[in-house]
């Protein structure tokens, strides 16, 4: 089975620009949710959806935005780039939903991550 | 406020030795605990969780973590280290009232000596 991929691996912008990461989750898996990872950093929430809804927004600018489409695959989008939005973009998907463990419990896998680098 | 801290964001031991890296987490609540670990350019694995069914919780690869309510701490522990041990080691936690986000503790990189 395929686990959790992200698109692209790495990834170069230039200050002002804007990017749109890409998940697929796990197959079956309904939840995703999206962190930044800064360089010696541990990752920061930054949202979840389920079933198409934002679940849980992290303190991020509304330059973060994010969406989840109908194969649960979901898009981070980032707009005016600045350089401290250079970082690893984390993805996870878990299970959630009527009898699945409760999202508290739930393991989230993640994938491999995406490279932002802002210059 | 609810946080999580990981004492020494470096450890070091020799291949064989024993392995403790230290998680403590702030709230009045007992939350649910996860440790990762993190190889050089990959994502998150999880190693254990505690769900509250058992205080000691064994993982893959050796690894178990005990949770003491009383001292807020979720330590990780591995009785002999291997050099594959060897990476970045993320405490997380969902606390009560924001369970669908991961908070995550700053990380412990683990150096394995010959």
């Known amino acids: 089975d395929a686990g959790v991929t992200q698109s692209p691996t790495h990834l170069i912008k230039t200050r002002g620009q804007h990017v749109t990461l890409r998940c697929s989750p796990i197959?079956?898996?309904?939840?995703v949710s999206w962190y930044q990872q800064v360089l010696g950093q541990g990752p920061q929430f930054i949202f979840q959806?389920?079933?198409?809804?934002?679940?849980g927004r992290g303190n991020f600018p509304d330059r973060f935005s994010a969406r989840q489409f109908p194969n649960y695959s979901s898009e981070l989008n980032v707009n005016a780039l600045l350089l401290g939005d250079s970082a690893l973009y984390l993805c996870?998907?878990?299970?959630?939903?009527?009898?699945?463990?409760?999202?508290?419990?739930?393991?989230?896998?993640f994938g491999q991550g995406t490279r932002l680098t802002v210059v | 406020a609810q946080s999580v801290t990981q004492l020494g964001s470096h450890v070091s031991v020799s291949e064989g030795a024993l392995v403790l890296l230290r998680c403590n987490y702030s709230?009045?609540?007992?939350?649910?605990l996860f440790w990762y670990v993190q190889y050089p350019n990959q994502g998150l694995q999880l190693l254990l969780k505690?769900?509250?069914?058992?205080?000691l919780v064994k993982g893959i690869n050796g690894f178990e973590a005990e949770f003491k309510k009383s001292e807020t701490s979720f330590h990780l522990t591995k009785p002999s280290a291997h050099m594959s041990d060897a990476a970045e080691y993320f405490c997380?936690?969902?606390?009560?009232?924001?369970?669908?986000?991961?908070?995550f503790g700053s990380g412990t990189q683990l150096t394995v000596l010959p």
């Open positions: 505690y769900t509250s069914a058992a205080t």
């Open positions: 996870a998907s878990s299970l959630e939903g009527r009898g699945s463990l409760p999202l508290s419990l739930a393991e989230a896998f």
């Open positions: 997380a936690v969902r606390f009560s009232g924001s369970a669908r986000q991961l908070t």
């Open positions: 197959s079956g898996h309904k939840s």
């Open positions: 709230s009045s609540v007992p939350p649910y």
């Open positions: 959806y389920y079933e198409k809804e934002e679940r």
